[in-house]
């Protein structure tokens, strides 16, 4: 079969062409490290690598979640270990107004030093985070947890009332794991808040310039509000617990998926990854067969009848 001049030149050109896009390959291969350019490159590893990438994404964001969940609970954490000391400071005093050798003037002092625990209290638990939020009153966060209303009808706010819910808010930490995320006012000091408003009316009652220290309906009042100290103390101290447990689980789920996400890079790099050496001896078979055709085509180009006359 005769070949044509032309249908040389054609051929030449195509084998010029193909090898000149696979020499661009391999040098996008060289400047970028990545063996893999487009999913023909490997069907298999491309695939492997999208579901090991798609992997990845899902754990940054849990990580994410983790990092802000953690800050939140270390927040809270903080917060109510300030309200817990408190607690215990009302307790003490508590304690030393019971003792029934106190005057009338140290009895004043001691429920002044009561209201002033419990206004700290209730700013403590009143507490908005950096965007606004209102971090104890359940999943009711626009409005602060506890406000003092008016239930007498004397123009003056007296009592302490629950605005928010017992219920909790959660994130996603892990596939298909879920955490609870706060704790609320509710859940610790109970809905009517009565350790609050009790501890209010005791201290109005022992600053009242006509007490009598010696009446034991105020050694009664004591005593139950102590007793109401203590129930709501281990409601307090249950729920820093829950922080704490929640802190140390989402820190090992945190840690797991570190270790999965080092797992998966070295995956990735595996499959995705160039190996320089064969790349190199590839890019340079392609320069030799390229010259070599360039030759060739030179040779050619100058054939003709009188060149052989």
Do not use: C, W
């Amino acid at each position: 079969m005769r070949v044509s001049t032309q249908q040389s030149y054609v051929t030449m050109n195509n084998s010029f062409t193909q090898m000149s896009d696979q020499l661009s390959h391999v040098m996008t291969q060289m400047a970028t490290g990545k063996r893999i350019l487009l999913p023909s490159d490997d069907p298999i590893a491309s695939t492997r690598i999208t579901q090991l990438n798609r992997q990845q994404a899902s754990i940054e964001q849990y990580q994410g979640n983790i990092e802000a969940v953690s800050a939140s609970l270390s927040q809270q954490e903080s917060i109510l270990d300030g309200v817990s000391n408190d607690l215990l400071s009302i307790r003490d005093d508590l304690l030393q107004a019971s003792n029934g050798t106190n005057s009338a003037e140290s009895l004043a002092s001691i429920g002044q030093e009561i209201g002033a625990l419990t206004d700290a209290m209730v700013n403590a638990l009143n507490y908005q985070d950096g965007d606004g939020h209102y971090i104890f009153g359940g999943t009711i966060n626009d409005k602060p947890p506890i406000v003092e209303q008016d239930t007498d009808g004397d123009g003056t706010a007296d009592t302490y009332v629950y605005q928010g819910n017992t219920e909790h808010r959660s994130a996603t930490v892990s596939n298909g794991v879920e955490v609870d995320t706060n704790v609320s006012v509710g859940e610790i000091f109970g809905p009517d808040l009565d350790l609050l408003n009790n501890l209010n009316d005791l201290s109005e009652e022992m600053q009242d310039p006509n007490l009598d220290p010696s009446d034991p309906q105020l050694q009664s009042d004591i005593q139950s509000t102590i007793d109401q100290v203590d129930q709501v103390s281990n409601s307090l101290n249950t729920a820093i617990g829950t922080l704490g447990e929640t802190q140390n689980t989402i820190s090992m789920l945190n840690d797991a998926q570190s270790t999965v996400s080092m797992t998966n890079d070295a995956l990735i790099g595996q499959l995705g990854d160039l190996d320089y050496g064969p790349a190199s001896i590839t890019f340079s078979g392609l320069e030799m067969a390229m010259e070599a055709t360039m030759k060739t085509y030179s040779k050619v180009s100058e054939l003709n009848l009188f060149s052989v006359i």
